[in-house]
DNA sequence: GTCTATAGCTGGATAGAC
DNA sequence: GTCTATCCAGCTATAGAC
């Protein structure tokens, strides 16, 4: 794997688990192990590795949602496939909440200028999530519905991460389902 | 006001606008009006800030709940007043997210000693809702229902802050509020 | 492409005069 | 209680050798 790819590896991972602002250039440096200087070769600026960064999760979010789609054979289904996504990754949001959702939060407080690049992840699992429920006979409200099951997550993710309860997640995404498949027709 | 409560309510409205992080003691000390020098008088470290404007939050939290408890007459009504918080402060929810849930999605990746403190926050809504839910006679799944609730409140603003779309809020408390409804007996 | 060295700035924190 | 002056560490970023 080429260094620039090694960066922005190192950078996702840090940017997750420390923060943007936290983060600094030196440490990812050392994680990837390379000098503070040859980084400068590659990024000039800290909202560049933001960007490429930003850029791959946009890129691995639309590759798993084209898995998903192929791979789940009904959209009720492929909606569970979202749901479980927090239980899959409960270990991470314990520790460090949902990738985008902070991500957001952060650089909306920052005012940052790659802010839109961040929402448009969200963006992308809302267009998906649509879809499904277009898909299942209810096209009338997909957005909605895609609306909410984004914030269920969003929500279980902050309080997951907040209290750290053992079970909740698991709870919580199993009564959500229940409700879900009552929309199956 | 004394110079102390100065601090303590401009760190606390620069730390919900930028971040923990992100706020330095000079922006504080400019937001009053006092040298950095006469800052160190007051508080040795950043670390005591934050302690103080957690502690100051969490007061603030407890006497609004209080007031809330006095001034609605029925749970139900009570548990609507929480709700509502989000429609109320929808303005700087869109700007800056929920001061609770971005405060300890930060500590939370800054790994910082007063996260417990910053999730006493939260603590204290839960406990007040299920006293709510117990009231309306849902003992048995009382503090299941203050989750979904509080969990309800962080998916939205979460999600108001991403996307910043009008009449998304109210639209989602009104159906939060429809679902509830059907709790009372 | 990668390194060392270093510039230039800002952060938190301290000392001491008033 | 408040100020100015200052220290030192850490940060982003650059220059130039290899």
Redesign the pocket.
């Known amino acids: 794997m ?3 790819e090694q960066i922005v590896e190192a950078a996702n991972r840090l940017f997750y688990q420390q923060g943007y602002e936290r ?5 990812i ?1 050392e994680t990837v ?10 990024f ?4 560049e590795i933001l960007e490429a960064v930003l850029e791959a999760r946009l890129q691995d979010t639309r590759a798993m949602l084209a898995r998903w789609t192929e791979g789940a054979a009904t959209p009720l289904k492929r909606v569970f496939r979202f749901v479980e996504i927090v239980v899959a990754n409960r270990a991470d949001i314990e520790h460090y909440g949902c990738p985008v959702g902070t991500m957001t939060s952060e650089l909306a407080k920052l005012d940052h200028p790659s802010r839109a690049q961040a929402v448009d992840i969200f963006r992308v699992f809302r267009d998906w999530l649509r879809e499904q429920f277009t898909e299942l006979g209810h096209a009338a409200n997909a957005d909605d519905l895609a609306l909410q099951v984004l914030a269920f997550s969003q929500g279980v993710a902050t309080l997951s991460n907040a209290f750290g309860e053992r079970g909740y997640v698991k709870r919580e995404v199993e009564r959500l389902k229940t409700r879900l498949m009552s929309l199956d027709t």
């Open positions: 080429g260094t620039r983060t600094s250039f030196a440490s440096a192990g390379i000098s503070r200087g040859n980084f400068y070769y590659h000039k600026t800290k909202d």
